[in-house]
């Protein structure tokens, strides 16, 4: 299995190729210019992989929410290698990114709530569970919302095993704040496209795969419309 992964939601603009168990991978903290870099880091770790676009099993992308920009970036790149290559993908959630890398880092972590910042006074956040495989798991939906309203599933308690990750609780310290009491612990992370190959592995060997017309960008946000594959 050879899993191209890429994302550019965040400052983080990175790489990761995934050839069964070993990770190749690049990523810079960027203020801008993601699309002069993404391509240049792709061909980086392809070459050093010694493997080729067309022998590829599959293209993951951080598919958002985040930065509109950046997420219309990958799912554009993702679009475009995908047509080139004849190689099928798949779309992955940046949050649930941040969450699969508490997981991996803290074998005592069991749930992850993750808020990145959204702007706008607003943050994107989701809850996700360890699941039997390991990997992060969605808990309810992925929701845009201001800070107050970011709320835990029902029968969620706080505990050891409850950790809190993101931009989102640094940017707005009253969420921080509110939840401290319940989160053993907040990290201040980014989406990774190291995470993003690791969480498209089940995709891949369950089959769901897509084709390169629908690396499709999701912004949660309702007043965003998009009108065509990479929206506007």
């Not at 990145?116 to 996700?128: E, L, P």
């Not at 009491?181 to 980014?190: C, H, N, T, V």
């Amino acid at each position: 299995m050879k899993i191209l992964a890429l994302d550019t939601a965040t400052e983080n603009c990175s790489v990761a190729l995934l050839v069964d168990a070993q990770l190749t991978a690049r990523e810079r903290l960027l203020e801008r210019g993601h699309a002069g870099c993404i391509l240049a880091m792709i061909d980086e770790v392809l070459f050093e992989a010694g493997t080729s676009l067309a022998g590829l099993t599959a293209i993951a992308f951080g598919r958002g929410p985040g930065s509109f920009t950046g997420v219309r970036l990958a799912a554009s790149v993702t679009q475009g290698l995908a047509h080139g290559s004849g190689v099928p993908v798949v779309p992955v959630s940046d949050l649930a990114a941040v969450a699969q890398r508490v997981l991996a880092d803290d074998a005592d972590a069991d749930r992850v709530l993750v808020c990145n910042d959204a702007r706008m006074r607003q943050v994107y956040w989701g809850c996700y569970a360890r699941s039997a495989a390991d990997t992060a798991e969605l808990v309810g939906e992925e929701r845009v919302s201001d800070p107050p309203k970011v709320a835990l599933p029902p029968g969620w308690p706080g505990g050891p095993g409850l950790r809190g990750a993101g931009t989102g609780f640094a940017a707005y310290p009253e969420l921080a704040g509110a939840f401290s009491s319940l989160l053993a612990g907040i990290r201040e992370l980014r989406p990774r496209a190291a995470e993003i190959a690791i969480l498209a592995v089940p995709e891949v060997a369950a089959g769901r795969l897509r084709d390169p017309e629908e690396a499709l960008p999701v912004y949660l946000r309702d007043d965003v419309v998009q009108t065509g594959p990479g929206g506007h």
